[in-house]
Antibody, heavy 117, light 107 residues
Framework: EVQLVESGGGLVQPGGSLRLSCAAS????????MSWVRQAPGKGLEWVAG????????HYVDSVKGRFTISRDNAKTMLFLQMNSLRVEDTAVYYC??????????WGQGILVTVSS | DIQMTQSPSSVSASVGDRVIITCRAS??????LGWYHQKPGKAPKLLVF???GLQSGVPSRFSGSGSGTDFTLTISSLQPEDFGTYYC?????????FGQGTKLEMK
């Protein structure tokens, strides 16, 4: 069974940093693109970042470029999202997802990030 | 970025009804489109990939069609567990983008 478990969320002040982690199990992690998708309270879904199997290719939505960094550790089957210079508008539930045919076929339960003073 | 526009934004329907949701892309995305269903407080679930491929385990009352810029998701006979919000997503080019969502409510 595919499992994706996020951790590292919480309350942070504007301008602060957080690092989200996602522990993956139940599949061959190194064979899949992985991504982060977020959902602001009461709003729709927003794809945030994606990373290729070996980490050589990464993509971001414009609103987080230069502030967020997606990375992975295939040996530990972990996905990460380093979030710097956080803004109030980054407040959201962040989902770790596995991509197949470029779509998110498996999702974690989500982790809440709140940016507020 | 490619803009995805869903319609309607919300719809009320009854069990047994046929429901159609449409999604339009701002440029040609071939068949690189998926549909998701989300219930309140839960993660989304992938229903359809590559515009018309049914994800494993998804009931056959769901079907997707379209290519290029215009796509549809059809639920042939609505069941109680189908209520919630539906999203389309393009995976043709980065950044991948979602439609704004269609909320399906019980009439």
């Amino acid at each position: 069974e595919v499992q994706l478990v996020e951790s590292g969320g919480g309350l942070v002040q504007p301008g602060g940093s957080l690092r989200l982690s996602c522990a993956a199990s139940g599949f061959i992690f190194s064979k899949y693109w992985m991504s982060w998708v977020r959902q602001a309270p009461g709003k729709g879904l927003e794809w945030v970042a994606g990373i290729k199997q070996e980490g050589s290719e990464r993509h971001y939505v414009d609103s987080v470029k230069g502030r967020f960094t997606i990375s992975r550790d295939n040996a530990k089957t972990m996905l990460f999202l380093q979030m710097n210079s956080l803004r109030v508008e980054d407040t959201a539930v962040y989902y770790c997802t596995r991509e197949a045919t470029s779509l998110s076929d498996s999702w974690g339960q989500g982790i809440l990030v709140t940016v507020s003073s | 970025d490619i803009q995805m526009t869903q319609s309607p934004s919300s719809v009320s329907a009854s069990v047994g009804d046929r429901v159609i949701i449409t999604c339009r892309a701002s440029q040609d995305i071939s068949i690189w489109l998926g549909w998701y269903h989300q219930k309140p407080g839960k993660a989304p679930k992938l229903l359809v990939f590559a515009a018309s491929g049914l994800q494993s385990g998804v009931p056959s009352r769901f079907s997707g069609s379209g290519s290029g810029t215009d796509f549809t998701l059809t639920i042939s006979s609505l069941q109680p567990e189908d209520f919630g919000t539906y999203y389309c997503q393009q995976a043709n080019s980065f950044p991948y983008t979602f439609g704004q969502g269609t909320k399906l409510e019980m009439k």
